[in-house]
């Protein structure tokens, strides 16, 4: 799944092409594309025709694109939540396995697994949500203010990534020093830090010289603030690179794929040799998909989170 410098890719290339912009009309194509949208396909049309796509904005790997509404919303479904809501209503774009958002012109023939299309008043390029395997969708969402930052309710729990100027980098070591687990079992975790999935975890690991199993209970705070440090540094190399393309499935917003695939180090490198020492790179299994390291780099530790 697509992770921080793939999301924050495609962010700018919404934030360039589609905001500002006021939208006409509203087709959804696939009904699955808008099922986390309990109201359904037609009050998504309704809510968005005529709202201007007032911002884009990104927390960690999770996008959406603020609205300006015609009409605003009550806030009445937030009751028994404990922050206050605001006036802004969000639209949340979960990309799951294959979403894409798509500026085309509209004379452009349509996507074979197009779902849903925005048309907007100005008749400029259309914005289109294409999702093959579609687990992937778009829904509507009222925001909160959390800690002065206008978050989309399901969001208001996600922390801060290490590419967040305002990243409380002390705070997140203490975290993840309380943990009972597996360093990279932390770094998944988005409520302590957001942002790394799988392939920058695995990436910042190798470069900070520590097992993935590493448990953080007796992990050092400097060998923790090492490893956020290598995580930042590695997904913005990563978004220079335009994000990580394993397939046609991950394109920015012009349909481009990234190329920081060339320039990974363990993931996906299964058997062949780490660059620092030239032993074969290790392939386990974890949490139902793999983590890649080097054994000689990055050895076993006695007490290890399996």
Known sequence: MPELPEVEVVRRGVAEH????????????HPRAVRRHLPGPADFEGRLTGAVLAAARRRGKYLWLELDEADSVTGS?????????D??????????????????????????????????????????????????????????????????????HIGRDPMDPRFDLDAAVSAIQRRRTGIKRALLDQTLVSGVG?????????????????????????????????????????LAAGGTSFDA???????QSGYFDRTLAVYGQEDRPCRRCGAAVRRDPFMNRSSFSCPA????PADAHF
């Open 18 to 29: 589609a905001v500002g912009r006021r939208v006409s009309e509203v087709e959804v194509l």
């Open 77 to 85: 479904e937030l009751a028994g939540t404990a922050v206050q809501a």
């Open 249 to 255: 499935l991950y394109v920015n917003v012009n349909g």
């Open 198 to 238: 799988n392939i920058y975890a695995d990436e910042a690991l190798w470069r900070a010289g520590l097992h993935w199993a590493y448990p953080t209970s007796v992990l050092s705070a400097a060998d923790c603030r090492r490893v956020l440090d290598e995580a930042a540094r590695v997904m913005r190399a990563a």
């Open 297 to 300: 780099c990055q050895p076993v």
């Open 87 to 156: 006036a802004t209503t969000a639209m949340l774009v979960h990309l799951g396995m294959s979403g894409q958002l798509l500026v085309k012109d509209g004379a452009a023939p349509d996507e074979k697994h197009l779902r849903v299309r925005f048309r907007f008043a100005d008749g400029g390029p259309e914005l289109r949500f294409v999702d093959q395997r579609t687990f992937g969708g778009l829904f509507l969402a009222e925001t909160v203010t959390v800690d002065g930052e206008s978050l989309p309710v399901p969001l208001s």
